[in-house]
T-cell receptor
């Protein structure tokens, strides 16, 4: 039973345009959400996070939106750059415990 | 400051062989984790250690054992490797989870 789902295996975007990566979750007890970026042959790196008490968090070109009623979050990258091409993982956790549940990932390709 | 380091980077095993994957962090984090990544499955938690001296099972612990040797080091052992354990293994530490570069394991 996948508690965190990333339904789009891949996304292709033109350089300079917006990339929107989506993530859905089923467990209403999740209260903290994170996005990670992964390049080939490297470990994932933390990108941005959001607490369930917020509906938006912004960091430079990256913005995460949380819709708790829909159990949905999205990562917006504006403007997209070729260096953003990577696999993006959504993750969620419940309470103060540090265990994360990851989605399957979305491959983003930014074309120049 | 190396962050999270993992050894080896790549390993080939025969079915039934054993091996230990090593992980060390220099960020003074209490918590450490072992994940495996398989195509289409994302990252799945094998074992974790919330603090030195404690370990707990994650989502897919069968076939693995762990040792939290001290605050810095957390090792993962495969006692009798199986082809189903062919995967990329990542160690992570800390609440935000800083990841190591991974170990690619192939079990023939």
């Amino acid at each position: 039973d996948q508690q965190v789902k990333q339904n789009s295996p891949s996304l292709s975007v033109q350089e300079g345009r917006i990339s929107i990566l989506n993530c859905d979750y089923t467990n209403s007890m999740f209260d903290y959400f994170l996005w990670y970026k992964k390049y080939p042959a490297e470990g994932p790196t933390f990108l941005i996070s959001i607490s369930s008490i917020k509906d938006k968090n912004e960091d430079g070109r990256f913005t995460v939106f949380l819709n708790k009623s829909a159990k949905h979050l999205s990562l917006h990258i504006v403007p997209s750059q070729p260096g953003d091409s990577a696999v993006y993982f959504c993750a969620a956790r419940r309470g103060n415990g540090n265990k994360l549940v990851f989605g399957a990932g979305t491959i983003l390709r930014v074309k120049s | 400051n190396a962050g999270v380091t993992q050894t080896p980077k790549f390993q080939v095993l025969k079915t039934g062989q054993s091996m230990t994957l090593q992980c060390a962090q220099d960020m003074n984090h209490n918590s450490m984790y072992w994940y495996r990544q398989d195509p289409g499955m994302g990252l799945r938690l094998i074992y974790y250690s919330a603090s030195e001296g404690t370990t707990d099972k994650g989502e897919v612990p069968n076939g693995y054992n762990v040792s939290r040797l001290n605050k810095r080091e957390f090792s993962l052992r495969l006692e009798s490797a199986a082809p189903s354990q062919t995967s990329v293994y990542f160690c992570a530490s800390g609440e935000t989870q800083y990841f190591g570069p991974g170990t690619r394991l192939l079990v023939l």
